[in-house]
């Protein structure tokens, strides 16, 4: 039996790192922590915007431990665990499964381009199969401005044909409103829940039949869009979505993963925050003054976050 | 200090999988020795069409230790080592050199598109500073269609000038003569080892400085495609060149890697060969009717595979 689903708003978590780039878990759980305190309904652990694909499944497994360990409960969690291998997808959704969280987001292997939607269900079907427990959610992850492999109608239909209990949702990241809005007339009546992969169709997700947002920009103004989320029914909602996605705006104008953690970094008074691993790399000083310089204009605020992190980050100093 | 780099036709081995999509060593190592014996002078196992991003870390690392300890040389040996995360490219190079292996081959991290040369120089340096191995020999693997991640010549030249004991060559499968041209005329001279993506490009690729190929069909076509290697400069290259060229052209008529499973498969009397693990799927009837037709004008052969691959069937099943 299924967990009670997330809804609202999920931040993919930024991963830290320190110096030396390994996984800096102190820093992780201080700003998880504040997230969860702060309007995020769930944590989307291992995204794209977490650098997942840059840990490797062992980091990933000892990360999710550690915030399990710190006290952030499982329900709120729905990490990500689809990997290009079968056996690393099944470790992972395993692993997530038994830990209790919530639901799992699973980018569909995306090694290998032009792959038929015949390939692609065998994938997830595999991953559904193997993992063989029925407390498993799975939500697909369409993101193919990344990925490359998109997530097509047929393969959610054939998916939800053959698995009812276990595939649960999607995060629509392909940036399209037409592709959003298709996903949610053939399939939100039917319990499927649809998230936006950006806050700036958060409202048109909520009028459409969706359930919330699983946006970058979630690590950095989760109070704002939550404000919406909650809202979206009044009469100030079409206000309070221009506000969220001026703010957004601001943020996505440079690299959005390095600019995350710049704010972290800034806003948190931290500024071991702002490591990336490789192939990302950090911001470059335009960029840097750009983004500030954008955020001032907006007003924009993180309360508390300095003292959430000011411990972690003395902890693994 | 590296070992003899390796010249002429390497074979990127497919990987045979069990019924339960489990990896085969037995068939395995039964068509790396084939290859082996006719015409192949090196295996860059772990490559795209090896299925490698489809294995876990231990997978690749088991297979190569089987490999070895059925007592094919590391010397004859190029395997597939990057991966999307720093950790995981690691450890496999690691675990290469150490190993004695010739040389990596090694695609970029390919998770994220757009990423800069300046990411992607410090993705490959920080491999060959944690390695920390004179013997590394790391080929950089270039094969934008699919990875979507392209190795500039920017990025050669820095990587060259700062690892000049390292950097030990490419595998250009852009499948555009003019870049490979453009690596040739800019880094081969200096000792930079070209290697051809496919066999169409192996003669041009001799005439301007290369090495050899790495190719998808040296899998099944071996003997001859090893024999233009061996007469490039012989009157009768480029009629040689394209008959290896029109039995490619049969083979990439249909999609390419359970292509070469189903070939190996017929040919080496020996059905269980051609599984292939999702997201890829087997050939359809038309596809494979279309292959074996165009394979029987050709006149292909695959001489003594399957005695080859008899026993290690039997031993696997």
Tied chains: 1, 2.
Excluded at 7 to 30: I, M, N, Y
Excluded at 202 to 229: E, K, Q, S, W, Y
Excluded at 289 to 317: C, I, N, V, W, Y
Aim: net charge neutral; proline share 6%; aromatic share 8%.
């Amino acid at each position: 039996m299924q967990r009670q689903r997330l809804k609202g708003v999920l931040a993919p978590v930024v991963t830290p790192f320190k110096r030396d780039l390994s996984v800096d878990a102190e820093r992780f759980v201080g700003h998880c922590k504040w997230l969860l305190d702060h309007g995020c309904s769930g944590l989307a652990i291992f995204g794209t915007n977490s650098e997942a694909n840059s840990l490797s499944v062992d980091e990933r497994i000892e990360l999710l431990e550690r915030l399990l360990a710190a006290g952030v409960a499982p329900s709120r969690l729905m990490p990500g665990t689809g990997c290009c291998a079968l056996p690393d997808s099944v470790k992972l959704t395993a692993h997530a499964v038994n830990s209790g969280c919530a639901g799992v987001l699973m980018l569909p292997p995306f090694y290998y381009k032009g792959v038929s939607d015949e390939g692609l269900f065998r994938a997830f079907a595999e991953v559904v199969e193997r993992v063989g427990d029925r407390r498993l959610a799975l939500y697909l992850y369409h993101i193919p401005p990344v990925a490359q492999v998109p997530i097509s109608l047929g393969l959610i239909a054939r998916l939800l044909k053959a698995y009812p209990e276990s595939i649960a949702g999607i995060k629509d990241s392909s940036g399209d409103w037409n592709n959003t809005k298709a996903v949610l007339d053939n399939f939100a009546a039917g319990g499927f829940d649809v998230f936006a992969g950006s806050e700036v169709f958060l409202l048109d997700n909520m009028r459409g039949g969706g359930v919330g947002c699983i946006t970058a920009t979630g690590n950095v103004n989760p109070g704002p869009i939550d404000h919406v989320f909650r809202n979206w029914q009044s009469a100030q909602a079409d206000a309070l979505q221009g506000e969220i996605t001026a703010t957004r705006k601001v943020v996505q104008a440079v690299p959005m993963i390095p600019a995350l953690k710049e704010i972290i970094a800034r806003y948190g008074e931290d500024a071991g925050f702002a490591t990336v691993r490789p192939p990302l790399a950090a911001l470059t000083e335009e960029e840097r003054t750009k983004l500030f310089a954008g955020l001032r204009t907006r007003e924009f605020a993180m309360p508390g976050l300095a003292g959430a992190l000011q411990g972690a980050a003395a902890l693994s100093a």
